[in-house]
Antibody, heavy 128, light 110 residues
Framework: EVHLVESGGGLVKPGGSLRLSCAAS????????MIWVRQPPGKGLEWVGR??????????DFAAPVKGRFTFSRDDSKDIVYLQMNSLKSEDTAVYYC???????????????????WGQGTMVTVSS | QSALTQPPSASGSPGQSVTISCTGT?????????VSWYQQHPGKAPKLMIY???KRPSGVPDRFSGSKSGNTASLTVSGLQAEDEADYYC??????????FGGGTKLTVL
């Protein structure tokens, strides 16, 4: 069975840092593009960013509100992706989900537009 | 860039059909056939319901259908059932910005 499990959330002061982890199982992680999506309490979904598989270049892209403050890394030997969050602001308070691109039945891969495996989310609260 | 525009709420009685709209621009919804829809029940992770405007992943009932006209995409839920009550989010590939989500629509089954 496929699984994504996030961890590392918690309470952090403004300006602080936090590293989230997302552990994968049940699928070929090294081929997967890993995406983070966040959801502030009571609000909608927001795409945070994505790291491609190493075979696709391993590059990352980020949403404008987090660019320059957040980074991704991945350890394909452990099937884990990390989200390093620095200079945290109150507006970063949210549930953070990791997810992965969808492989459709025609062989297409949707790393940037459709996401089918989701973790349960981890809560990040930025407050003094 | 702003989020895609969805109505905050929609409703219908069991057995009826309801359509949720998702309006963007020519730089996102109108420019690419990469619109997806997600269903999210309270306290749960989103679930992919539609991809590439109108395609359903395996296991999604055919009561769910998607379409697009110009800069507006739509999700139609036919034969409404109680378990369809949830929040629904659209998303669209947006080129260099990568991906935008809509603000979400709360679907109530009356």
């Amino acid at each position: 069975e496929v699984h994504l499990v996030e961890s590392g959330g918690g309470l952090v002061k403004p300006g602080g840092s936090l590293r989230l982890s997302c552990a994968a199982s049940g699928f070929t992680f090294n081929n997967a593009w890993m995406i983070w999506v966040r959801q502030p309490p009571g609000k909608g979904l927001e795409w945070v960013g994505r790291i491609k598989s190493k075979s696709s270049g391993g590059t990352s892209d980020f949403a404008a509100p987090v660019k320059g403050r957040f980074t991704f890394s991945r350890d394909d030997s452990k099937d884990i992706v990390y989200l390093q969050m620095n200079s945290l602001k109150s507006e970063d308070t949210a549930v953070y989900y990791c997810t992965t691109g969808y492989s459709d039945s025609s062989g297409g891969y949707h790393g940037d537009d459709a996401f089918d495996i989701w973790g349960q989310g981890t809560m990040v609260t930025v407050s003094s | 860039q702003s989020a895609l525009t969805q109505p905050p709420s929609a409703s219908g009685s069991p057995g009826q059909s309801v359509t949720i709209s998702c309006t963007g621009t020519s730089s996102d919804v109108g420019g690419y056939n990469y619109v997806s829809w997600y269903q999210q029940h309270p306290g749960k992770a989103p679930k992919l319901m539609i991809y590439e405007v109108s395609k359903r992943p395996s296991g999604v009932p055919d009561r769910f259908s998607g379409s697009k006209s110009g800069n507006t995409a739509s999700l139609t839920v036919s034969g409404l059932q109680a378990e369809d009550e949830a929040d629904y989010y659209c998303s669209s590939y947006a080129g260099s910005i990568i991906l935008l989500f809509g603000g979400g629509t709360k679907l109530t089954v009356l």
